[in-house]
C-alpha cells in the first residue's frame, strides 16, 4: 500500500508545478549541460505515468509469482516490497530532477 500511494506522489508534483511551467522546456542535455532537445510542458507528466504503470507491475508481480509453492513467502514479499519502494523513489527522484532542470 505505501508504494502504490508512493507511486502518485510525482504526479501530484507534477500537476502542482505544471500551471507554473513554460508551454516548451528542455527536456535533453548534451555532456556540456546544454538544451538539445525541447518539448511541450505536458512531457513532464511521462516520468509520472510510467511510475504509476510500474506499481501496477511490481502489484501483478506479487500476485503471480508469490504463490502458495513459494517457501518463504514473508521474505519474497519484503524482497519485492523493498524493490518497489527503492524503483518508486528513484522515480521521485527523476522527477523532481527533471523539475528542477526546466523550472
Not at 546544454?34 to 510542458?41: H, M, P, S, T, V
Not at 505536458?42 to 504503470?53: F, K
Request: glycine letters at 4%.
Amino acid at each position: 500500500m505505501i508504494p502504490f500511494v508512493l507511486s502518485f506522489v510525482p504526479l501530484l508534483i507534477v500537476l502542482v508545478v505544471l500551471p507554473n511551467v513554460p508551454s516548451e522546456i528542455p527536456l535533453h542535455f548534451d555532456a556540456d549541460g546544454n538544451a538539445d532537445r525541447f518539448g511541450g510542458k505536458y512531457e513532464l507528466l511521462i516520468v509520472p505515468i510510467i511510475t504509476i504503470l510500474v506499481q501496477f507491475y511490481w502489484g501483478f508481480m506479487e500476485k503471480v509469482f508469490i504463490t502458495d509453492e513459494v517457501k518463504n513467502k514473508a521474505a519474497a514479499k519484503v524482497a519485492l516490497f523493498c524493490g518497489n519502494i527503492v524503483v518508486t523513489l528513484a522515480f521521485v527522484a527523476v522527477t523532481i530532477w527533471l523539475l528542477n532542470a526546466v523550472t
